[in-house]
């Protein structure tokens, strides 16, 4: 029998690897893997609409289902998952020494809609007070001239976010204390090459952000897997087919990351940094899903909201396809 196939674009995760060497295929699907860097993928993906499934950042989409035509539809598979504490970068000459510091400071970030900024912005805000409005935003790219926004917004007056000039990076500017402080996903090259004038604001941000997951149960989310809706529409059934191959691909990692007898990756200590990560979030410490995952994505929809990317609050119900809501039970 035929199998339809779909080109999927997504980075090279251990938890996709089974997917991309054929372990587990989706039922009735062929997929044509193509391994990207993830900011190649979304920009393609969302300028374009290149691919039938992708890799996507969470903010980006969420901004896309706030249009006349939203082009995709997502199941409730995080392929990338970050605590952001670690994200937030400050500049030895800024004077910043904790999060109220910030206010009224100098903020560089990739692009104002990435999903790291939104959760770091929203963080600072709940857990202490810096409003995301109290600061000024300069955007570009962090370590090539020239980024620019992939989605057009439209912001409210009150957030203040500017360009960077055309030869400028953020990277160098924060090293220089053009920036007083970096939001971003990656962190600068400047931050490793030149660690006398780039710091973390939380130098011990594992500490941070275990306290962090311990009062809030929030492990961030950063990426979801959207379906191109055309695609969706034609085929319902690809939704489901698709969330039940995600969950077995991630399964087998779980399982191998708790072998001993010979380390599936090369960090040394393996064994117990996952043992330390079940006693701090339980044994599926990174849940698929919408029930397990409800709260950190309504937090997620009110930041974008507050922070004036989406027009109104977004609920879970219009984020994902209705078919991954629930399953059988024999």
Known sequence: MSRLNLSFACWGYDRTEALQTGQVRPDGIDLNFQVLDVEETFFRMIRNREFDVAEMSMSSYCVTLGREDPGFIAIPVFPSRFFRHAGIFVSAKSGIEKPSDLVGKRIGVPEYQLTAPVWIRGILQDEYGVDPSSVTYFFGGEEEPGR???????????FKVIPIGPEQTISRMIADGELDAVYAPRAPSTFYSEPDKVRRLFPDFVAVEKAYFAKTGIFPIMHVVAIRRDVYEKNRWVAQALYKAFVEAQKLVYEQLMVSASLKT?????????????????????????????????????????????????????????????????
């Open 148 to 158: 620019e926004e992939k989605l057009k917004i439209n912001l409210p007056e009150k």
């Open 266 to 330: 090369m960090l040394p200590w393996q064994i117990a940094a996952v043992e330390d990560t079940i006693a701090t979030m339980g044994k599926e410490w990174w849940p698929y899903g919408i029930d397990r995952n409800r709260h950190v994505i309504e937090t997620f929809t009110r930041y974008h909201h507050e922070q004036g990317l989406s027009p109104r609050q977004l609920t879970v119900e219009d984020m994902f396809a209705p078919e991954t809501f629930s399953e059988f039970r024999i």
